[in-house]
């Protein structure tokens, strides 16, 4: 059974950063492109930044590109996102998500999703 557990969510001031991470588990992690997208109240759901596989590519919604970095654990078998500069309209619940083969910038095209983490940023 595929799982993926997303922590490191909460509250921060403007300006601070939090680290996000996704184990997973299930799965044979190396053969997977991972994705974080996320989620506020009222609004679709958005890509925020893809790796791929080996960690070679990475890519990044033009909205946080400069502030947030993604990175993976083979050893760990866990993606990261590091935000950092965080604002306001950060606020939304982060998603990972795992695709096999290349990395995407579309939800759908992802085969697992994990249960979210709430990252809160106040101003």
């Known amino acids: 059974q595929v799982q993926l557990a997303e922590s490191g969510g909460g509250l921060v001031q403007a300006g601070g950063s939090l680290r996000l991470s996704c184990a997973a588990s299930g799965l044979a992690f190396g053969g997977y492109a991972m994705g974080w997208f996320r989620q506020a109240p009222g609004k679709e759901r958005e890509f925020v930044a893809a790796?791929?596989?080996?960690?070679?590519?990475?890519y990044y919604a033009d909205s946080v590109k400069g502030r947030f970095t993604i990175s993976r654990s083979a050893f760990q078998n866990t993606v990261y996102l590091q935000m950092n500069s965080l604002k306001p309209e950060d606020s939304a619940v982060y998603y990972c998500a795992a695709v096999r083969g290349n990395p995407a910038r579309t939800g759908g095209q992802y085969d697992y999703w994990g249960q979210g983490t709430q990252v809160t940023v106040s101003s």
């Open positions: 790796i791929s596989w080996n960690g070679g590519s990475t």
